[in-house]
Every structure is written in C-alpha cells, then in structure tokens.
C-alpha cells in the first residue's frame, strides 16, 4: 500500500508540475532560456515537449500502465535537471527553475537540487522496490 502511495505521490509531482507548464508555455519557455544552455530553436522545442513528456510519464507511474518507461524518463529527467541546475549555479547564472510554473523570481539552487535529490531519491526506491518479487 505504501508502494503505491509513493507512486501516486512521485508520478503526481510530475504530472502536476507538467499540467503549469502547459498552462502558461511562454513563461515556461522564457524560463528555459534562462539557464542559457541551449538556443533557439531547440529550446522552444524543449518548452513545449517536456512538460508533455513529464504529464504522460508521471500518468505511467501512477496507472502502473508502462511504469517502468515512466520510471526510466522521469529519472532520468532528474538527472538532467539536476546537471543542468548545478551547471547554471557553477556558470554563476541567475536561473528562474519553471519546473512548478514560473511563480518565483529567481531561484535558490540549494533548494532545487535538493528536492531534485530528495525526488531522485523517492524514484530509486521506487525502482528498487517497485518490482514484484519472484516466489520460489
């Protein structure tokens, strides 16, 4: 019951997450800018694909229909925002996250890869010991 739970909580981050960025596609996609790793047009392309990738990805966690490719691109995600938050805060770059709508001014970097870290950590366990254990 627990596992479950913890689905629903980790795919529903995602797919909450996603459903703000769809809401407003032009502030998410000037937040994508402003870690200023990749130009035009392939961020545009990132702004409007990811927060798609992340709603139907966090569905698959959550429905147990696909999960493990849900699993797979939502970790996965995190380790690129995770890269991506570190290489800004190294570049000294003034970021604004976008990842739960574009509410905040700029962004605290000890805090994002923190929860970046503390949902990795969420996603592992998930993997771990979200298969069915084989009886013998």
């Known amino acids: 019951m627990l596992r479950l739970l913890l689905h629903f909580f ?19 996609l000037d937040d994508v800018r402003s870690f200023d790793l990749i130009g035009d047009p392939l961020a545009a392309w990132v702004a409007m694909g990811l927060p798609w990738l992340e709603i139907f990805a966090g569905l698959a966690v959550m429905s147990g229909f696909l999960r493990s490719g849900g699993m797979l691109i939502l970790n996965g995600s995190l380790l690129i925002f ?4 570190s290489i800004s805060w190294w ?30 950590a ?3 366990v998930l993997v771990w010991h979200g ?3 084989l009886k013998s």
């Open 10 to 28: 980790f795919g529903g981050v995602f797919v909450y997450a996603g459903i703000l960025k769809v809401a407003d596609p032009m502030s998410f």
């Open 82 to 85: 995770l890269a991506a938050i």
């Open 91 to 120: 570049r000294g770059i003034d970021i604004h996250c976008g990842c739960f709508g574009s509410k905040e001014a700029t962004s605290n970097y000890r805090d994002l890869i923190l929860r970046d870290l503390l949902l990795l």
């Open 122 to 124: 969420a996603g592992i």
């Open 131 to 133: 298969k069915p254990k």
